[in-house]
């Protein structure tokens, strides 16, 4: 797949970057840039208006083939439009979904094919009150704002590891887009915060048009847009959310975020990857087993340099093979400088207890790449501000405030039994993702905090992008 970003870097940002979101399209329809209230958001029915002739009018240009689609939606609400107010003015909901399309180049799309053009048109032409041109704005803009959703959910993105398909982001079908528009408390909040994508776009994107940031910081701004198309809108339930640029992790519930802590990821050499899979259960007293480089980077030469006792210390247990029943053997029996030089391989793994380095607890949502969430004893880690050092899996600050929630109870404080497993009242999805630009934590602030990019999938920019116009922390 070839990234939208990867061609939007190669030809350079479009000037219309610095243009103010809603500036083109009230300055096109001859509107006031100010409107506050429903009856300055657009033009309104003539006096002499009656809505059944809107009704009919509606009806009659549903007719076309083009709108053939959208009549089962406008029967079922007994064909009231939705991008017009009451009183016949033109819904604020319809100028920002112009404005979105018009700026879809943004998004690595062709605002032709959305036919932004045809929407401004169609605007332009109802200010007439004409029911017919009113019929014909209706059923244009649900079309486009149709095709708008359908084409960003699949519009292309980084590259993320899937569990399954039911994690990935899904085009819906014209009628469930229009439905969720309809059923949302508010369509102008609900097209403002592009409510069918997750919750991080609408900020990073509304970014791009804002003026203050530089053009290596928009760039940076497009990469980081690529990785968040990545994941679904996830408007309902629950979700773990594992920024591995920014070392932190959320917790989801209904779109917004209830909990937060920092974590651990992965070195550079062994960078924890863009993935999504759905926790399922945890195990208490974990048992580590020692990944096979760091037995014979490791463990092979601290054996080697202080002998067998090394792992009676260290609360390590050497086994006869992979298998969960292989028994222990004897650590004296192992040819560890054909294990410390690479040529055999010994499976060693630690035993619970404080030293573990597991901790107490670890997440699990399996998969091929071996990450998963866990406790560690290490939580000298957390207090430092670059926290890549794990071997890929995501260490957590506090595991027991992870696992209360996961588990919707506390965790049990004695569990006398190594491995413990202790599902979890249903599966909760959980994606890992890189944003090295992100939504500033202060209330009521717009503003970006720009990252380092300790794993260089930015290309050497966030270097330069460093340093901008926000200073604050994301939280």
Same mark, same amino acid.
């Given at each position: 797949?070839?990234?939208?970003?990867?061609?939007?870097?190669?030809?350079?940002?479009?000037?219309?970057?610095?243009?103010?979101?809603?500036?083109?399209?009230?300055?096109?329809?001859?509107?006031?840039?100010?409107?506050?209230?429903?009856?300055?958001?657009?033009?309104?029915?003539?006096?002499?208006?009656?809505?059944?002739?809107?009704?009919?009018?509606? @009806?009659?240009?549903?007719?076309?083939?083009?709108?053939?689609?959208?009549?089962?939606?406008?029967?079922? /609400?007994?064909?009231?439009?939705?991008?017009?107010?009451?009183?016949?003015?033109?819904?604020?909901?319809?100028?920002?979904?112009?404005?979105?399309?018009?700026?879809?180049?943004?998004?690595?799309?062709?605002?032709?094919?959305?036919?932004?053009?045809?929407?401004?048109?169609?605007?332009?032409?109802? /200010?007439?009150?004409?029911?017919?041109?009113?019929? @014909?704005?209706?059923?244009?803009?649900?079309?486009?704002?149709?095709?708008?959703?359908?084409?960003?959910?699949?519009? +292309?993105?980084?590259?993320?590891?899937?569990?399954?398909?039911?994690?990935?982001?899904?085009?819906?079908?014209?009628?469930?887009?229009?439905?969720?528009?309809?059923?949302?408390?508010?369509? +102008?909040?609900?097209?403002?915060?592009?409510?069918?994508?997750?919750?991080?776009?609408?900020?990073?994107?509304?970014?791009?048009?804002?003026?203050?940031?530089?053009?290596?910081?928009?760039?940076?701004?497009?990469?980081?847009?690529? !990785?968040?198309?990545?994941?679904?809108?996830?408007?309902?339930?629950?979700?773990?959310?594992?920024?591995?640029?920014?070392?932190?992790?959320?917790?989801?519930?209904?779109?917004?975020?209830?909990?937060?802590?920092?974590?651990?990821?992965?070195?550079?050499?062994?960078?924890?990857?863009?993935?999504?899979?759905?926790?399922?259960?945890?195990?208490?007293?974990?048992?580590?087993?020692?990944?096979?480089?760091?037995?014979?980077? !490791?463990?092979?030469?601290?054996?080697?340099?202080?002998?067998?006792?090394?792992?009676?210390?260290?609360?390590?247990?050497?086994?006869?093979?992979?298998?969960?029943?292989?028994?222990?053997?004897?650590?004296?029996?192992?040819?560890?400088? $054909?294990?410390? $030089?690479?040529?055999?391989?010994?499976?060693? /793994?630690?035993?619970?207890?404080?030293?573990?380095?597991?901790?107490?607890?670890?997440?699990?949502?399996?998969?091929?790449?071996?990450?998963?969430?866990?406790?560690?004893?290490?939580?000298?880690?957390? !207090?430092?501000?670059?926290?890549?050092?794990?071997?890929?899996?995501? !260490?957590?600050?506090?595991?027991? /405030?992870?696992? @209360?929630?996961?588990?919707?109870?506390?965790?049990?404080?004695?569990?006398?039994?190594?491995?413990?497993?202790?599902?979890?009242?249903?599966?909760?999805?959980?994606?890992?993702?890189?944003?090295?630009?992100?939504?500033?934590?202060?209330?009521?602030?717009?503003?970006?905090?720009?990252?380092?990019?300790?794993?260089?999938?930015?290309?050497?920019?966030?270097?330069?992008?460093?340093?901008?116009?926000?200073?604050?922390?994301?939280?």
């Amino acid at each position: 797949m070839t990234s939208s970003t990867d061609r939007r870097t190669a030809r350079g940002l479009p000037a219309r970057l610095a243009r103010p979101v809603l500036f083109g399209c009230f300055l096109a329809l001859g509107l006031p840039l100010a409107a506050p209230a429903q009856a300055q958001q657009g033009q309104s029915f003539r006096d002499d208006f009656a809505r059944d002739d809107f009704t009919g009018a509606l @009806r009659s240009e549903m007719d076309g083939r083009a709108a053939s689609e959208l009549r089962p939606f406008y029967a079922v /609400r007994g064909w009231q439009p939705l991008w017009l107010e009451a009183d016949g003015s033109v819904r604020q909901a319809a100028l920002t979904l112009l404005d979105q399309v018009e700026g879809a180049e943004m998004d690595g799309l062709n605002p032709r094919r959305l036919k932004a053009q045809d929407l401004a048109k169609a605007l332009d032409r109802a /200010r007439s009150g004409d029911p017919h041109a009113l019929a @014909r704005l209706e059923l244009t803009a649900s079309r486009v704002y149709a095709g708008w959703v359908a084409a960003l959910r699949g519009a +292309d993105h980084a590259p993320m590891i899937y569990e399954s398909e039911a994690l990935a982001p899904v085009v819906p079908t014209t009628m469930a887009s229009l439905q969720a528009a309809a059923a949302s408390p508010s369509l +102008d909040q609900h097209m403002a915060k592009m409510a069918w994508m997750h919750p991080l776009y609408a900020p990073l994107r509304a970014a791009l048009f804002e003026r203050g940031y530089s053009d290596v910081q928009r760039r940076q701004l497009a990469l980081n847009l690529d !990785r968040v198309r990545a994941m679904p809108a996830l408007g309902a339930g629950r979700y773990v959310l594992v920024d591995a640029a920014g070392a932190r992790l959320w917790m989801y519930e209904n779109g917004k975020p209830v909990d937060s802590m920092k974590v651990v990821v992965g070195k550079s050499d062994n960078q924890t990857p863009m993935m999504a899979g759905f926790l399922r259960y945890a195990i208490l007293n974990p048992y580590w087993n020692v990944p096979d480089d760091l037995v014979a980077g !490791r463990i092979a030469h601290n054996v080697l340099d202080k002998g067998p006792a090394y792992l009676k210390a260290g609360g390590y247990e050497v086994l006869d093979g992979w298998d969960d029943s292989a028994p222990p053997v004897d650590p004296a029996t192992v040819d560890w400088s $054909s294990v410390a $030089s690479g040529l055999s391989q010994v499976r060693v /793994r630690q035993l619970p207890g404080r030293s573990n380095f597991m901790g107490r607890v670890k997440f699990m949502f399996p998969n091929a790449q071996g990450i998963y969430l866990h406790d560690t004893p290490d939580k000298a880690l957390m !207090r430092k501000d670059e926290r890549t050092a794990s071997s890929g899996c995501v !260490r957590l600050e506090d595991a027991a /405030r992870l696992g @209360r929630w996961l588990l919707e109870k506390p965790m049990p404080r004695q569990v006398s039994e190594a491995e413990k497993r202790l599902e979890l009242p249903a599966p909760v999805p959980v994606y890992i993702t890189y944003l090295t630009a992100f939504p500033s934590a202060k209330p009521g602030s717009s503003a970006i905090v720009f990252r380092a990019d300790p794993y260089g999938r930015d290309g050497g920019i966030t270097q330069m992008a460093s340093g901008g116009p926000v200073s604050d922390t994301a939280r």
